[in-house]
């Protein structure tokens, strides 16, 4: 379909989506950037944030993120993940747990802070999106 474009979003555990899509925003490490039809190459880092997808049907998909890389060219995106989760997947309760426990460990001045730290990023993250575009 002429001004779209053919996206995948690969995590180690297999193909989290791919289809024809019109647009791609993505949370590149020095900021969000969107990619359509005829995007000039690039190649970027992907911080911990959300995709939004919207494919040739018009349909808006989410995406949670865990940092990773992306590549545009000749129309062609591939997002390498090493996590990525549809806002429809997430669990609620366990997002809410990854959180306490994050927040636990940083209180309690645990050595593992830094990776703390991006366990209380990533499991915000899943929150906020599926605040923001989840079922109910």
Request: proline share 4%; net charge positive.
């Amino acid at each position: 379909m002429a001004n779209t474009f053919h996206a995948q979003i690969l995590t180690p555990n297999g193909k989290v989506f791919e289809g024809e899509v019109f647009g791609a925003k993505v949370p590149g490490t020095s900021g969000s950037f969107e990619m359509k039809f005829n995007h000039a190459p690039i190649i970027s880092t992907i911080d911990i944030g959300s995709v939004r997808i919207i494919t040739r049907d018009l349909e808006e998909h989410h995406f949670a993120v865990s940092g990773g890389f992306v590549e545009m060219n000749n129309n062609k995106m591939t997002l390498l993940a090493e996590a990525a989760e549809h806002v429809k997947n997430i669990d609620k309760d366990r997002a809410i747990r990854a959180k306490d426990r994050a927040l636990r460990g940083i209180n309690e001045k645990k050595p593992e802070r830094e990776d703390l730290n991006l366990a209380l990023k990533r499991a915000q993250n899943r929150l906020k999106l599926l605040a923001k575009y989840g079922p109910g």
